[in-house]
Structures are given as structure tokens and as C-alpha cells.
């Protein structure tokens, strides 16, 4: 057997093994971004780039309330949504993307969030990432979306070593089943946000310590 294909099944092998891991610790696995509907998750989502959970959570009430779908935020200035969410970081260009991609879903969507990843990734503030989020969360479309957590963990646990997000998304992939990449996506999450953090990972009994190619580092 090839040294390439011994390795490819040493990893098939081991994501194996942390995806029985993930089930047991997170069998309820989702994202902890409060919304009720397609719209405010693609609202939540936008924001919490280079932002926390919890910031999102905390300023999003208010702006639901006052901007409860795309028709309401598609009448606003970037200047009316500002003070909404002004303790996120990248206030000032996140409202000018949200007034901006709320207009494009009335104009192009009837005010709905499309499903189609394309068309997702056509609006304003919506990338990749973000795109495969939604589709995830609000539609059940397969995939994973890689943010800092992932890369760390993807890394740590010698899944990949892929530079940018969607190679190591698409090599995550190819490890897990099509039916579990959502799952995998917000259990990763949840795993690198509490447990095996950037600066001070909780080793000492971690559940996947022996699968961890960075024991012993912290």
C-alpha cells in the first residue's frame, strides 16, 4: 500500500474514532446562535464574524425587534442599524452589509433567504463560510464550515493540515459522513470553544487526548 493511502486511512481511522467521541459529548449539537428563522440566523451569522456568540446574542433582540425581516431592514440606513450593534466589532461595515443584503433578498428573493449556496455567496457580507452556515443550520444542507475553532482542532487532531478554509472543510469532508457534516461542524465548535481552547486547552482528561497529536504542548 502506498504511504499516501496509509495515511489517508490512519485519518479515516481517527476521525472515526472523534466523531464517536462528539456523539456521546454533544448529541444535540447546534449552533449557539439565537434566531427563530432563516433570516435572522443570516442576520447572526454576518455579525459574528470576528465577533463571539455571546456578543451576537446580546444585540440581536433588540435589532429583531426593530428589523424583524428583510422588507423592515431593507427601508433602513446603515446609520439606523449602527447603534443596534455597535459593541460588535466591524459595526460600521456590517450594517452598511446588512441594509445592503436585506434590499438584495426583497429584490431578488421576495425577502426570503435563498437555499441555493450560489446565491447565498451573492450577497452583500456573505461568504463562504457563512453561506455553508446557513444552509446547514437553517435548510439541513450538508457541509462543514471551518472557522478558527475548526482549524485548530483540525490541526491538533491531525485531520488537516490545509491552509485556507474551504481546503480544510473539503478535506473534513472526506473523512466524515455526508450525513454527520453538520453535526461535526457545530460539535468542533463546541469542542474547541469550551474544552480544547486556543491559549489554555483542558488536556488533563480530555476525551480525545490520545487521538491529540499536540499532547504535551500546553
Given at each position: ?157 491531525g485531520l488537516s493540515e490545509a491552509k ?55
Open positions: 500500500m502506498e504511504p499516501g493511502a496509509v495515511e489517508s486511512d490512519d485519518k479515516a481511522r481517527r476521525a472515526g474514532r472523534v466523531l464517536a467521541v462528539l456523539e456521546q459529548l454533544y448529541p444535540q449539537a447546534a449552533t449557539e446562535l439565537v434566531h427563530r428563522n432563516p433570516f435572522e440566523l443570516l442576520v447572526a451569522t454576518v455579525l459574528s464574524a470576528q465577533a463571539t456568540d455571546a456578543a451576537v446574542n446580546k444585540a440581536t433582540p433588540a435589532l429583531f425587534q426593530r428589523f424583524p425581516d428583510a422588507f423592515a431592514l431593507a427601508q433602513a440606513t446603515p446609520e439606523a442599524v449602527e447603534p443596534y450593534i455597535r459593541h460588535i466589532g466591524l459595526y460600521r461595515a456590517k450594517a452598511k452589509n446588512l441594509v445592503a443584503l436585506a434590499r438584495r433578498l426583497v429584490e431578488q428573493h421576495g425577502g426570503q433567504v435563498p437555499s441555493d449556496k450560489a446565491q447565498l455567496q451573492a450577497l452583500p457580507g456573505v461568504g463562504w463560510k457563512t453561506a455553508t452556515v446557513v444552509l446547514g443550520a437553517a435548510f439541513g444542507v450538508p457541509g462543514i464550515a471551518v472557522d478558527t475553532h475548526i482549524t485548530r482542532l483540525a490541526r491538533r487532531l485556507t478554509p474551504e481546503r480544510i472543510g473539503a478535506e473534513l469532508e472526506r473523512l466524515f459522513p455526508r450525513e454527520k457534516w453538520v453535526f461535526v461542524h457545530h460539535a468542533l465548535i463546541l469542542f474547541g470553544r469550551y474544552h480544547c481552547t486556543a491559549r489554555k486547552p483542558k488536556c488533563g482528561g480530555c476525551p480525545l487526548y490520545t487521538d491529540c497529536l499536540s499532547k504535551g504542548r500546553y
